[in-house]
C-alpha cells in the first residue's frame, strides 16, 4: 500500500520570504510520480507541480521547486517570493506510473502567507 | 485551456435520496477518477474508471455508489440513499496516459 505524509499540520511565512513544506512517502513501485496541489478556500484543487521519479532532477515551475530525495523517500516544495495568493492548503500526493492509477494524498498543510 | 467541469458547484439533500453529481471530463482524456474530502480532512479516492468500467474502487465505495458515462462526455456518481456522513466535498479528476490529472471544482454534497 502506498502511503504519504505531511507532519506538518500548518505553517505561516511573512511575504517575499521562502519557505518550504515537507512531505515523505512510501510506495513498493519503482517507478511513480509526485505532486503538489494546492487548494485555496474555494476549494478547488490546483496543480502546483509534478515530478517524475525516474529523473533525477528537481522540477521547478516559476517560484515553486521541489528537492525530491528517492532514497529517503522525501519530496518537499519550496515556495520562493511569498505571495499572499500562495495562502491554501498544499497536499503533497503520490501516483504510480501504471495507467489509471489513483492518488494517494497526506493529510495537508495550511499555509498562511503575512503580509 | 481545457477544463473539468462539474455539475452542481452545491447540492443539499435529505437524507435518504438519491443524488447524481455530474462531471464533463476534458475530451481527450481516458482515465476518469471521483475523490472525495470531508471537510477539514485529506482526499480520499473513491473510484477509477476506463474504458467504461471500473478500474478500481476503495472501501468507501459500496453497494451505494454507482459510476456511469452515458454519452461519451458526461460522467456521473450516484449515491442511492444518502447518509449524513456522506457529506462532503466531490471531486471529479480526468486523465492522458502519463499525464497529471485535472480537478473539477468539486461538488460541495449537504446531507441533512
Known amino acids: 500500500a502506498q502511503t504519504v505524509t505531511q507532519s506538518q499540520p500548518e505553517m505561516s511565512v511573512q511575504e517575499a520570504e521562502t519557505v518550504t513544506l515537507s512531505c515523505t512517502y512510501d510506495?513498493?513501485?519503482?517507478?511513480?510520480?509526485l505532486f503538489w496541489y494546492k487548494q485555496p478556500p474555494s476549494r478547488q484543487m490546483i496543480l502546483v507541480i509534478r515530478?517524475?521519479?525516474?529523473?533525477?532532477q528537481n522540477a521547478t515551475e516559476n517560484r515553486f521547486s521541489v528537492n525530491f530525495q528517492k532514497a529517503a523517500k522525501s519530496f518537499s516544495l519550496k515556495i520562493s517570493d511569498s505571495q499572499l495568493g500562495d495562502t491554501a492548503m498544499y497536499f503533497c500526493a503520490l501516483q504510480s506510473s501504471g495507467a489509471n492509477s489513483k492518488l494517494t494524498f497526506g493529510k495537508g498543510i495550511t499555509l498562511s502567507v503575512r503580509p | 485551456e481545457p477544463e473539468v467541469t462539474q455539475t452542481p458547484s452545491h447540492q443539499v439533500t435529505q437524507m435518504g435520496q438519491e443524488v447524481i453529481l455530474r462531471c464533463v471530463p476534458i475530451?481527450?482524456?481516458?482515465?476518469f477518477y471521483w475523490y472525495r474530502q470531508i471537510l477539514g480532512q485529506k482526499v480520499e479516492f473513491l473510484v477509477s474508471f476506463y474504458n467504461n468500467e471500473i478500474s478500481e474502487k476503495s472501501e468507501i465505495f459500496d453497494d451505494q455508489f454507482s459510476v456511469e458515462r452515458p454519452d461519451g462526455s458526461n460522467f456521473t456518481l450516484k449515491i442511492r440513499s444518502t447518509k449524513l456522513e456522506d457529506s462532503a466535498m466531490y471531486f471529479c479528476?480526468?486523465?492522458?496516459?502519463?499525464?497529471?490529472?485535472?480537478f473539477g471544482q468539486g461538488t460541495r454534497l449537504t446531507v441533512v
Open positions: 510506495t513498493s513501485e519503482s517507478n511513480y510520480y
Open positions: 515530478q517524475e521519479a525516474y529523473k533525477q
Open positions: 479528476a480526468s486523465q492522458q496516459y502519463r499525464s497529471e490529472a485535472f
Open positions: 475530451s481527450n482524456h481516458l482515465y
